[in-house]
Structure formats: C-alpha cells, structure tokens
C-alpha cells in the first residue's frame, strides 16, 4: 500500500493564493489596523494569502484580554508565513523583488516590485498566482483565523479550572459555543497520552469525525478545520441538539449540545443568562488584580429551572469592566456546554484613530469621541455574536478626550484617554515613563524568541509580568526580571479605576538594527508601530552613502534596501521620532558546514544562529544555538544533519548591542531535467563553483561559475540534456562537492484517468505536485508517494478526497487544458532533481477566426466561444437590430472568463468605426457588460480586446461572448 499524504501548498498543509493587483482595479495595498494607511509601491504588487494554520499548535503566552486576540493573530500570521517569508528574503537579495511586507487584515503577504511572477512559484514547490481582486475566501479566513485563536485562548484559560477535573474514568467534555458564530470546539481530560476519538452526532446521523492524542495530564482538544471550497466554512459545527461522544482508552462519554448564553454586569457584580431548563450552571468570574498581572476568580453555581439563571457575586467580588466570565450548561454526567464573557469595556490604543471593546451581542451601538466639552467625531456599528467591537475615529484620540459608548441593549458609560511616554533602558532592564497621575501601569515583559521575527534575541523563552501605580506626576518604572536586550519587547497597558484601558499596540520595543554586510539590506525594530523610520548609512569615516525612510508594522519592525552596499565597518543610525540609536557593522562571516555539522567561520561576540534543517525534502526540523564567539566559530546543533536545502540565520551582537545578520544556506545542488539546468548555492559568497557532466566516463562538459555576491547562489544551463545514468560532479573552491547520478525521474499526465504518472528510483519518495497555470502562475496540490520496486510512481485523485482549485473552487481535473505536473527526488544528502510534464499549449485559435476587424466579423446568433490566441487577437461580432426590438436594453457581455483573463468590450454603430460605448469590467469579476438601447434598427458591431498582452496566448486565454435582449443570471462555470 503506498504511503501518501496531501498537502496544499505553498506551506505544509496549508494553501496559498497569490493575488495580483494592478492600477486600473483598486488600491494595491491593505491599510494597516492602526494610525495612517502605509505608502507602499503600487507596481507589481501582488499578494500571497496565508490559510488558517492549525491554532493548537500555537503557544499563547499573552495576558488575556479582548486586544489580545489581535496580538495572537499576528504572531500565529508570522508564524506561518516564515518559510514564504525565508524564500521571498533571498528572492529579494537577488534583486527579483523589491520588498514584501506581512498584511494583518488579509492575512497575506505583500510582495513588491515582482519582475517575474514566475519566481513566485519557486517558493516552497510552487505558488498559486491570480490577478486583480483579493478573494473572498482570504478574508473568510482572516475571521476565522481571530475566531480560532480566540477560542484556543479561552480554552487555555480553562486548563486549570476546577470544572473541568475529571473524576471517572470516563473522559469528561466540554463543548465551547460562540454566539452567532460557526465556530466551536469540544476539550475535557481523558486518560494522558492516549488516542481520543470525537463523533458529531446529528439526527442519529454522524456528521463529523476527529482524532487526536491527550497530553500527558490526559487533556484533549479539537477544532474544526478552515475550508474555503467547496463553500468557506468550518469542517463541522456543534449546533443545539448534537450529541457530542468522545472515546479513550475502551471508555465513552456522550454530552447533548445546548444553547448558553452569558452577561457579565460590573455595576450589579452579576452573572446572569440562558440555557437549557434543568441544567446545572457554572459560572467563574475572573477579576484582573494590579493591572494584568495577577487577579481572582470566584465561581458560583445554580440550576435554571426554566432555563433562565442568575449569579449574584456581591458577596464574593467586586468586579469591574475589566472582568470575564466562563459559564457552563452541565448536564446529569457533569459534562458541559460552555459559552464566554467579558465585562461591557472600552478599549483604546495609544496613538491611534480606534478603539474597541465589549457590549451585548449583536448590538447596535453609537460612539462620541469628545474633545473640550465638544463632539468631534461620532461613529455607529454593531457588535459581533460574542459581543466585541472595533471602529475607529476620523481623528486621532489625544490624552484627555472622552469616548462615550451608547445604545440600546446596554447601559451607556465613557472612557477617558490619557497620554503614554515609554523609555526602554537595556542596562537596568527596565522600562520608564509618564502617563496620568495615580495609574496603574501594567507590562508583559518578552524575549523575542520567535524564528519569524526581524532578530530572535534567545532560544529559550521568556516573559515576565509587572505592574506599578504612577505617582502624582505621572511617572512611573517597571522593573524587569528577564534580561533585556535591543529588539526584546513589552505590552503596556494603563488602566482607569473602573478597569478600562489604553494598550500599545503591538508593544514596545528595545530600538534595534540588523544589518546584513554586504548586501543593501537594514532592517530593525522601532520604539513604537506605525511610525516613520529615517535611515542613515555611514561608512567607516562618518561620510554619509546612504539615506532612506521607511514606515514600520505593526509590531514596529522596518525594512528598507539601500542604494548602496553595507559593508563591514559601516555605521548605520536609525531615528523613529522618539529614539536615535547607532550601530557598527560586524564583520561576521560564518557558513554551514555539511561535514561537521556544524556553524563555522567568525564572529566576536554573541552570536545565536538558528537552523531549518531539511529532512530529505519531506519536513523541516528547527534548531536553535547561541555562544560568545571571540573569534573562531565553531557552533554545534543538538542531532542536526546538515545537508542540501539547509538555511540558517545568524544574528551577531554588537557592542552597541545591535545585530549584524546572515542568511546562509547549506552546499546546494538542484537539477532540472526539462531545462537542462543546474543550480544551487555555495557556503561562501563568490565561490567558483564547478560542474561537470558525464556520460560513460567522458566528461560532456565543464562549467565554472562564480555565486552571487549576496548568499551565494548560482545558476547554470548545460549544453547536453540529462540522460539516466549521467554524473554530476559539483565542486566549489572552498572544498565542497558532491557526485550526483542522474536517476531515471518522469511525470506524465495521461490522456484518461484520474491519476499522475511517473518513474523515480525504486522505493524510494518523489514529490509529485499538479499545478493548474495561467497567466499569473499557477495553484497546485502536492502529494509525497513512494515509488515502487519496478521504479513507477502513480497519484489517483480518485480516492474519494474531494479535490477543488482555490482559485475559483472548481473541481480538479486532472486532464484541464491548462495542467502540469512535476516531480522532485531529494537524495540521501538533500540534493534534488525535478522532472515536469509538457507545458500545456495555449489557447488555439476559436472558431470565428479570422475576425481581427469589422469588415471580418462574424455573425452572432448565440453565445459564441472565443480566445486570444496570439498577442494581437481582437475579436469582431456583428449583430443585427430590428425594428420590433427598438427600445428594448441589449446586454452585450462576456462571460465564463479563463484564469486571469480580463476584457474590455466596445460598441460600433453601423458604420463599423463610431464608438457607441465601451466597458472594462462592468459584468462578473473581470468580465465586461454594455447595457444598450438601440434608436434605429441595422447591423452594429462589437469588438473584443484582452485588457493588456498578458491576456493573450495562454492555455486559459479563452472567453463567451453573448448578447441578448434578455438577460439571465447564470452561475458562471470555471473552465478546467
């Protein structure tokens, strides 16, 4: 039986689209959450739109409050977009992109100034490219990404309550419900480390199956799954009336699913809501204590007889508008439904136009923002089903002005703001500055121990929360118990007496610079987010090469690329508005060494490298090592094996304690049968590297090329093709080399089946990717096989899996016109070969042809098909209006459009050269529409141009053209 699994790339099991804009369809660029929108550049701009990852994997080590779902979302963002980010990063050494820049509100990645869109397909085994509009699935899962997180932190949050002990050997359930939402989850504790198994039961009827492994301490969880096709929504739901059965270790548990609902009322400290008549109701009320740092937790019970309960903690807590509460609908077993609260709040953030918070669900609201007794700005939403908010003002919120909150459904109450000054101090570790009077301040203290940040500062983590009062002056200090260090970070929070609060947003930096010698690249940590960040660099003499500005994210983070190169000894200062700093460029010079294992070469000072080691092209293992280099380096990596595909990044501390940068790769060599190619990387920079082709012990042929003076890659076609059997020997000049024989590798893609086929070396894995094409790049599905012992390979898609294409949910077909298939073999010592099937030929030419001019047109009498096979097709109809139909709107449109195909529809009147109308994309997405009333019967004609050449001469280059008095709205049919 062949082991095989799916992935959707570009990331691991997650799938990517890439999104073209151009001018002429809207903004290219997303605004940012906060303050002013980013200027970014608008040419070749696309973006890669990441998926919902699965939330479980991610640690939340947050305090937990309504912003901090935001904060989540953004380092879970950064997270998974870490291998497109490596891959873009050396894109742009190469000088094939301009920059790239992570978007929080679509979850994509921004990528600029692209020369090519097919470098984008490199990235991780291909990319999936489409233009002009960012899709709606993108933005379903933006939501259903904040919507997971936050669920995952409320559950976290439960871990340690008292409900949720089990106390048989039965496992116990709790199934968490968001009001109006369609997400849901199901945790509770079984035996440790066991397999658990969870049935959704609907009607008698399974409709949803999972299974996972409890921890140690016997706790299990599960989540549905984001999918965008064949319609987005979550893989399953638990609805009111499901029967929710878990499994473990020979024992079952079953819950029916009921409604709950909760209301958290700071000014009568009650706890009240609805539920199902009979059960038992557990409430715990959570009251923060010293700002964010501590708190108290009280918990309460009843039964709601007639389904309608209500807690009085009065006598228990006092509890203010920074309160939550947990509620859980337990039945006769102790098994729960459970719902979440917080305290009706405003929250705003410093330096910033928004604001948000918690009301009643699904309630409408009206916001004042008050400056001087005078009503500035006045806003109106409605919340979301679990009753948060977030809206922003046209005007900045400055200290002193109030934020007034009112509606119907709940009682009205303000907020007033306050100013926030921050100054981190790296030598006392600790953070400084002035707020209002008599505040208490509060800060989460973190490392950056993030593979994905602009610089990691440790390897192992670490946090630290701490909290003070301001004094009469507005002054105050924190007093850290980690050691801080340049790009190390803080959450602040200032709280008023009734426990609402204003929130850095996406914290407060220790200013830090990393440079990266001998390349253009700066990059750093500013104070605070959304701030202008002026570049200087200087050489070693203070005389200026370079200067430049740039905006910085929302975690504070700016990139630019210089003018010029950064050389070792260059002095780089960075000013964001609040903080000047300096650094000296090191001269750091490490690489990777395949036959040690290990991270040589030199540096002075720390130095803490981090290690994607690649297994044999199936999955990454990550290392992480730091040490005090005073010279020689010779760095070790707990059980890596460094070999082909390897990168690493080094971070060198200064004296100044800011960071001098690498990205290195390992000794790399890739070979592509269709190209007749070689490619790879070298350890050091401008390495001569050698390749000789041989066949039979006659050498064909030898090459020698010097790698790029930035990472080392080099790229070389060779004037015979590969056969099975011939020998490649690489050598570069620094002693690294590698024998490769050609194996025997194909992909095919039949003309029947549903299936991929291919040779490899026996029993050995190939990755086998089928991509669909069009103009802007490609989508595509991965599967890893094994080959077998006569050396063939075969993918079916025929294995009851429902296979759609992202781009448009259409379902794959394995012959589409406009598919490819390749496949990539990794040697033992990570080295690959890649093999692809016959590149799909483009659109031939339609039926109507020639008809590149009026006095060439053809007549409509239905819906005709049409392509632009060459680069100067234009297509030419003529159609005939009678006097019975005079008055009548023709709808003149094109419709089932190709992949990436844009049209622009004109109007002649009978003279075949007076232009009536004209449209560009007034029909479905990219397709045109004139609506038009003839006032004299005759022959009219139409013309059909692409919008530009990418719209022509390309498998999908294809479109209908219809034209009717009327007009029925169809379902537009993807074409395969």
Not at 9 to 29: D, K
Not at 272 to 283: E, I
Not at 617 to 636: H, I, R
């Amino acid at each position: 039986m062949l082991r095989r699994f799916v992935i959707l790339v570009l990331l691991v099991l997650s799938p990517i689209f890439i999104i073209n804009y151009q001018g002429h369809e809207g903004t290219a660029v997303a605004a940012p959450p906060h303050n002013e929108e980013k200027e970014a550049p608008t040419d070749n701009v696309y973006y890669i739109a990441l998926n919902v990852p699965s939330v479980d994997s991610y640690q939340i080590n947050l305090p937990f409050g309504p912003e901090g779902v935001e904060t989540a979302v953004w380092q879970a963002l950064k997270q998974e977009s870490q291998p497109i980010v490596n891959e873009l990063e050396q894109l742009q050494m190469r000088q094939l992109i301009s920059g790239y820049e992570l978007q929080q509100g679509t979850n994509s990645v921004a990528v600029y100034g692209v020369s090519d869109a097919a470098h984008l397909q490199t990235l991780n085994q291909t990319a999936s490219v489409y233009q002009n509009e960012l899709p709606k699935c993108a933005i379903d899962s933006a939501q259903a990404m904040q919507e997971q997180i936050a669920g995952l932190m409320q559950t976290q949050s439960m871990k340690e309550n008292a409900v949720l002990n089990r106390v048989t050997a039965v496992p116990s359930i709790i199934v968490q419900t968001v009001p109006k939402s369609n997400y849901s989850s199901v945790n509770g504790y079984a035996d440790g480390n066991k397999t658990v198994t969870m049935n959704l039961i609907r009607n008698g009827q399974t409709v949803a199956t999972q299974s996972t492994t409890s921890s140690s301490n016997g706790f299990y969880y599960f989540s549905p799954s984001w999918q965008s096709c064949p319609f987005p929504d979550y893989s399953w739901q638990a609805k009111t009336g499901d029967v929710v059965q878990v499994s473990a270790n020979g024992q079952t548990a079953s819950t029916t699913v009921v409604d709950i609902s909760l209301s958290v009322d700071p000014i009568t400290n009650i706890a009240s809501g609805t539920t199902a008549p009979g059960r038992t109701v557990v409430v715990n009320i959570y009251q923060p204590q010293n700002g964010i740092c501590s708190g108290t937790s009280q918990s309460k019970q009843t039964t709601a007889a007639s389904g309608n309960y209500n807690l009085d903690f009065s006598s228990l807590l006092n509890f203010n508008r920074a309160a939550s509460g947990q509620a859980y609908a337990k039945d006769g077993n102790g098994n729960s439904t459970y719902t979440y609260a917080h305290a009706h709040t405003i929250y705003a953030y410093f330096n910033s136009y928004e604001f948000a918070g918690v009301i009643s669900p699904s309630s409408s609201y009206t916001a004042k923002l008050q400056r001087s007794g005078s009503t500035l700005d006045m806003v109106t939403g409605s919340s979301s089903g679990n009753g948060y908010f977030n809206d922003n003002f046209s005007y900045e919120i400055e200290p002193g002005d109030i934020i007034q909150l009112s509606g119907s459904n709940f009682t009205n109450f303000q907020y007033t703001a306050v100013d926030l000054t921050t100054t981190f101090n790296i030598n006392t570790n600790q953070l400084t500055g002035t707020t209002a009077s008599n505040r208490t301040v509060s800060a989460s203290f973190n490392k950056r121990s993030n593979s994905y940040d602009v610089v990691t500062t440790t390897c192992s983590y670490g946090y630290d929360c701490e909290s003070t009062t301001s004094n009469s002056s507005g002054n105050y200090t924190l007093n850290a118990s980690i050691d801080i260090e340049r790009g190390d970070y803080a959450y602040v929070y200032v709280y008023d007496t009734n426990g609402m609060y204003q929130y850095t947003s996406g914290g407060v930096n220790a200013p830090a610079i990393v440079a990266t010698p001998n390349s253009s690249q700066i990059k750093g940590l500013g104070t605070t987010p959304y701030t202008y960040v002026s570049i200087t660099l200087k050489n070693s003499s203070g005389i200026v090469k370079d200067s430049a500005t740039d905006y910085s994210d929302y975690e504070g983070e700016f990139y630019e690329w210089m003018n010029t190169t950064v050389y070792p000894g260059d002095i780089i200062e960075i000013n964001d508005g609040s903080t000047t700093t300096s650094m000296t460029v090191q001269n750091t010079d490490t690489y990777l060494n395949s036959s040690t294992d290990r991270l040589n070469g030199t540096a002075s000072g720390k130095l803490l490298a981090l290690l994607w080691d690649y297994d044999a092209g199936f999955y990454w293992n990550d290392y992480c090592a730091s040490t005090n280099a005073t010279g020689s380096v010779n760095l070790a990596f707990s059980s890596a094996n460094i070999d082909g595909q390897d990168y690493a990044k080094v971070y060198n501390t200064g004296a100044d304690g800011h960071y001098t940068y690498q990205y290195i790769r390992a000794f790399t060599v890739n070979a592509e049968f269709d190209y007749d190619s070689v490619y790879g990387y070298t350890t050091h920079r401008q390495d001569n590297v050698t390749i000789q082709h041989k066949r039979n012990s006659t050498v064909l042929e030898t090459i020698t090329e010097t790698s790029s003076t930035t990472n080392g890659f080099f790229y070389v076609f060779l004037s015979n093709s590969f056969q099975t059997g011939d020998v490649l020997v690489v050598t570069s000049s620094q002693g690294d080399s590698t024998t490769l024989t050609v194996p025997t590798l194909t992909v095919s893609i039949p003309q029947t089946g549903d299936k991929i086929t291919g040779t490899g070396p026996a029993n050995q894995k190939v990755f086998v990717l089928l991509s669909r094409l069009y103009n802007n790049g490609s989508y595509g599905w991965g599967f890893y096989e094994t080959v077998n012992a006569s050396g063939n390979y075969s993918v079916s898609l025929d294995d009851g899996y429902d296979y759609y294409w992202g781009y448009d949910c259409s379902a794959v077909e394995v012959q589409g016109h406009c598919n490819r298939a390749l496949t990539r073999h990794y040697t033992s010592n990570g080295h690959q070969f890649v093999a692809y099937s016959p590149y799909p030929d483009d659109a031939p030419a339609d039926n109507y042809e020639n008809d590149n001019a009026s006095s060439s047109a053809k007549a409509y009498s239905s819906t005709q098909s049409h392509s632009f096979h060459t680069s100067s097709d234009t297509d030419w109809v003529k159609f005939t209006v009678t006097n019975d139909d005079l008055g009548k709107t023709y709808y003149i449109e094109t419709r089932n459009l190709g992949w990436g195909m844009d049209t622009i529809l004109y109007l002649y009147d009978t003279d075949g050269t007076t232009q009536l109308a004209w449209n560009d994309d007034g029909g479905a997405g990219l397709a045109s529409l004139i609506a038009w009333q003839p006032t004299a019967s005759g022959t009219y004609y139409v013309r059909v141009d692409p919008y530009d050449n990418d719209n022509t001469a390309y498998c999908d280059a294809l479109y209908d053209l219809s034209i009717t008095t009327n007009r029925i709205f169809l379902p537009i049919v993807g074409k395969q």
